[in-house]
């Protein structure tokens, strides 16, 4: 079992080290651009329009539960960092490539199993995938979130893997959020499906 894990850290480190040995000066304002919590503001503007625009007097539930989504998976995830206490690889790589803010490389903080930024983005996207149901709609926000987590490996913060733990977090928590929301617009009990 040991050498099958050492094996899939290999791989890991190795994707890693692939991308973000891939870095120009250009790519790395991108990167961190793209990393940026603020950057994606617009698209959130987008999708809160679109939803009132779609459920007008039931539009503040949908808010109240995307909120509370993207809550729960960043919550979720820092629990989860806490116990499995992997560091991130800007921790543990000597020679990795950095985004240099204002003289400082960002190396983010200590854990990086799952990632936020790849739980969050996906559970916001999952959530509005299930509410809109629209191909247009997946192909965009699976964009999205392939862009962000790609950013988070290609600035050295997080193997492959963290992402790959954070969608899958951001999946579970989009899911549940829009099943309980859809429960209470259609004032069903959770216990009736």
Request: charged share 10%; proline share 3%; aromatic share 16%.
């Amino acid at each position: 079992m040991s050498a099958f894990l050492d094996f899939l850290q290999k791989i890991d480190t190795d994707v890693l080290l692939l991308i973000n040995g891939a870095h120009t000066p250009v790519m790395d304002n991108v990167m961190w651009i793209i990393s940026g919590r603020l950057t994606w503001i617009p698209l959130y503007v987008l999708f809160a329009i679109m939803i009132f625009r779609d459920y007008r007097k039931g539009s503040w539930v949908i808010y109240i539960f995307a909120v509370l989504a993207i809550m729960l998976s960043d919550q979720s995830s820092n629990l989860i960092k806490d116990f499995v206490m992997r560091l991130r690889p800007s921790h543990v790589i000597s020679g990795l490539h950095f985004y240099n803010q204002g003289g400082e490389n960002y190396m983010g903080g200590l854990y990086g199993f799952p990632s936020n930024h790849a739980a969050n983005a996906a559970s916001f996207a999952f959530y509005m995938m299930l509410l809109f149901r629209n191909k247009f709609i997946y192909f965009f926000l699976s964009v999205y979130v392939l862009l962000i987590c790609y950013s988070r490996v290609y600035l050295g913060v997080h193997y492959p893997s963290d992402v790959l733990g954070g969608i899958v977090v951001g999946i579970v928590t989009g899911s549940v959020a829009h099943k309980v929301c859809m429960l209470l617009q259609r004032g069903t009990s959770l216990w009736d499906n």
